[in-house]
């Protein structure tokens, strides 16, 4: 679980607004014992990235309301455009997720990933966003976890109403160590 101050809930991505979100990061593998860079890995050196978004949460609970923040663009078609950006930007994984898992090897490298093994579920509550993410330890072809293994996190919060939007965000720029607990 994630937890984070902030003061408001945004869950809309519009012209001038944008959307809170978190994000946390690891290592594909740590078979080189090195850790990939901690900004979106490097090439050869892959992480795993999982993002949770709180528009796709308000969507999932029945409390987004884009058409109220933009009622001029009900029933618009947007023409070849939009079939293109629809296309470049595909949306969710499926109609009830919160949030996408991706994989990158450095910038401008972060690929959706086609079996999306997490779930995600975000609350806001006095003035704090917490997200708990949840996958099982083994069976994903994604980053290594397992009992008593050891390996490390990166982590990245956008505030969408500090105009945070793509890059820019708040981010740990050095790994932290995680260690799973052992069977007992």
């Given at each position: 679980m994630l937890t984070w101050e902030d003061s408001s809930i945004n869950s809309e991505t519009a012209i001038d607004t944008f959307r809170d979100g978190a994000a946390i990061m690891f290592p594909i593998s740590l078979s080189n014992k090195i850790n990939p860079s901690p900004l979106m890995g490097s090439k050869g050196e892959p992480v795993n990235v999982w993002q949770w978004r709180a528009d796709f949460e308000a969507e999932k609970n029945g409390t987004r309301n884009l058409e109220a923040r933009q009622p001029q663009t009900q029933s618009v078609f947007a023409g070849e455009s939009d079939?293109?950006?629809?296309?470049?930007?595909?949306?969710?994984?499926?109609?009830?997720?919160?949030?996408?898992?991706?994989?990158?090897?450095?910038?401008?490298?972060?690929?959706?990933?086609?079996?999306?093994?997490?779930?995600?579920?975000?609350?806001?509550?006095?003035?704090?966003?917490?997200?708990?993410?949840?996958?099982?330890?083994?069976?994903?072809?994604?980053?290594?976890?397992?009992?008593?293994?050891?390996?490390?996190?990166?982590?990245?919060?956008?505030?969408?109403?500090?105009?945070?939007?793509?890059?820019?965000?708040?981010?740990?720029?050095?790994?932290?160590?995680?260690?799973?607990?052992?069977?007992?």
């Open positions: 079939k293109i950006l629809k296309s470049e930007f595909p949306g969710k994984p499926s109609p009830d997720a919160t949030c996408v898992e991706y994989i990158a090897e450095g910038y401008g490298t972060l690929t959706k990933m086609r079996n999306q093994n997490i779930k995600a579920k975000g609350i806001y509550k006095d003035g704090k966003w917490s997200v708990e993410f949840i996958r099982d330890l083994k069976g994903a072809s994604d980053a290594e976890f397992a009992a008593g293994m050891k390996t490390y996190i990166n982590l990245a919060v956008w505030n969408g109403n500090d105009g945070d939007v793509n890059g820019m965000k708040s981010i740990s720029i050095v790994w932290t160590p995680l260690i799973f607990d052992a069977v007992k």
